[in-house]
């Protein structure tokens, strides 16, 4: 199996990719590289208070003060008017950023670069970030064929939760290199070993660009509209769910 094309990637990297923080102390800047090395943040920019900047990563919001040395969880509420501003914040990038990105991605990804079991009809479509070893991956998947029952295609991309030099990521590399990738991941989620093989395959850019998508756990669920559904979600709700009609 090839890997996404150079000019798919190299257009994702564009689009997911932080816009440049021309206005954020160096110093700043520095501590963030070294807090989060492998998953840049979605935005910084000036918080409401005075020398603290806004610090988000996906969509979790944090306030770092101008010389990085503190850092604070939300929320930060506007007294006067009690309105939350780290829920805004939040749901600003959502709407305004992730949401294009994960469309994106998802325009780009290619049946041959996923893991896919569908009805011969779907009715639906999801795009799980998955991890081998992950309990609630491996309780989604001991129900894949009720939601091809239910009309859901589900297609697995990888997200090996523990990095790139876990056990973990080589697994999901030996199921994604199988020759047999459907029986492959079903193997490995039942926790029986998957025999090593070299190969090209997406594995770390699935991973990479899931940590710039706001992936932060296993399963998530990515629908066809941009939004993103964090943990497990049994096969009747997530029909109920995506038979409900758009906001």
Not at 31 to 45: C, D, F, G, L, W
Not at 176 to 204: F, H, M, S, Y
Not at 220 to 228: E, H, K, T, Y
């Amino acid at each position: 199996m090839k890997r996404l094309t150079h000019v798919a990637l190299a257009t994702l990297a564009l689009l997911i990719c932080p816009a440049s923080h021309a206005d954020t102390p160096q110093v700043l800047l520095d501590v963030i590289a070294k807090v989060s090395p492998e998953a840049p943040p979605t935005a910084v920019q000036p918080a409401a208070v005075a020398g603290l900047y806004e610090v988000i990563f996906g969509s979790t919001v944090y306030y770092f003060s101008a010389d990085g040395r503190y850092m604070l969880g939300g929320p930060l509420i506007e007294v006067a008017s009690r309105r939350n501003l780290t829920e805004a914040a939040a749901q600003a990038v959502e709407r305004d950023t992730l949401v294009p990105q994960r469309l994106a991605f998802l325009k780009q990804l290619k049946d041959k670069d996923a893991i896919v079991f569908s009805p011969v009809k779907p009715a639906h479509r999801v795009t799980v970030f998955t991890d081998t070893d992950c309990g609630w991956c491996r309780e989604l998947h001991r129900h894949i064929d009720q939601y091809q029952a239910a009309g859901i295609a589900v297609r697995y991309v990888a997200f090996p939760r523990a990095g790139e030099d876990s056990e973990s990521f080589r697994k999901a590399q030996n199921v994604w290199c199988a020759a047999d990738r459907k029986a492959a991941i079903t193997e490995a989620k039942a926790g029986k070993a998957v025999p090593e093989k070299v190969c090209e395959n997406p594995v770390l850019e699935q991973y990479q660009a899931g940590q710039k998508l706001g992936v932060s756990g296993t399963p998530a669920i990515l629908l066809d509209d941009g939004r993103l559904l964090g943990g497990y979600v049994a096969p009747n709700e997530l029909k109920r769910l995506l038979d409900a009609p758009g906001d």
